[in-house]
C-alpha cells in the first residue's frame, strides 16, 4: 500500500510516522516557533510565527511546493496560537490574502485560503473570501520576475475591498498570508480594506518572514 504521504519528516528528512519527528517537533514547537514583529516597506505591522529561514521555511514550502497538506495542522495551530496573542479581543474577519488566478489554477489549490480556513475553525472567528480581491488577469506579472521599482508599481491596482453594509462598521480584520518578505503585498490588501472600509481595524499576521 502507497502511504498518503511521504513517510519522512520535513525537518530532518528521516522516516517518521508523523510530519516533524519527535526530536525536530520539539525544536519547532521550543525553538522556531516564535512571534516576532516586522515593518514592511509602506510603514505597516506585520507579525510573524516564525522565521521562513529555518524550520518554517522548510514547512510552509513542503505544504505549498511538496504538497504535503498532512503538514497544513502545524501551520494553522501556529497561526492560531498567534492571533489569541495579538487578538486585543476578538477579530471580526480573517481575510485571507487573494491569488492570482494564474496561480491557484497552475498549482490546483489556494494554499492560504486553505489556512483561513482551519484557523476560523481553531478560533472561531469567520473567514470572509468576498471583502478582498483581486482583479482577475491571466497575464498579471509574476512578482518575482519584475524588479524592485517595477514590483512596486505593478501592485497598487491588483486588490480592491467590495463594499457590503452587513459587513458592520469599526471592524477588526486580520489579514493573513503565509509568508512575507518586503510586506509590500500586505500593505497594499490593507490599503484597499481600508480604502472602502476607513474606520475599520486591520492587523497582519503571516505564517513565516524571511
Ligand atoms: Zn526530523
Known sequence: MTPLFPNICIGCGKIAATPLCFHCEQEWMHKHRQVSKHISQKGDEIFACCQYNGLGGKI?????????????PIISMA?????????EGN???????????????????????????????????????????RKWSWYEK???????????????????ATR???W?????????????????TLSRCKEA?????PDWKV????????
Request: proline share 4%; net charge positive.
Open 79 to 87: 497561526v492560531s496560537n498567534v492571533v489569541s496573542e495579538i487578538g
Open 60 to 72: 510552509i514550502r513542503s505544504f505549498k511546493y511538496g504538497r504535503r497538506f498532512d503538514v497544513l
Open 203 to 210: 492587523k497582519i499576521l503571516v505564517f513565516a518572514h524571511g
Open 193 to 197: 480594506i481600508q480604502k472602502r472600509y
Open 142 to 160: 509574476d512578482q518575482a520576475s519584475l524588479n524592485k521599482q517595477n514590483r512596486l508599481y505593478n501592485l497598487p491596482h491588483s486588490f480592491f
Open 168 to 184: 458592520g462598521e469599526n471592524q477588526k480584520a486580520l489579514l493573513i498570508d503565509d509568508v512575507s518578505t518586503t510586506g509590500t
Open 164 to 166: 457590503n453594509k452587513s
Open 91 to 133: 477579530f471580526s474577519y480573517i481575510i485571507p490574502v487573494p491569488q492570482s488566478f494564474r496561480k491557484i489554477f497552475t498549482r490546483g489549490f489556494h494554499p492560504v485560503e486553505m489556512i483561513g480556513h482551519q484557523v476560523s475553525q481553531h478560533t472561531s472567528i469567520p473567514i470572509n473570501l468576498k471583502i478582498l480581491k
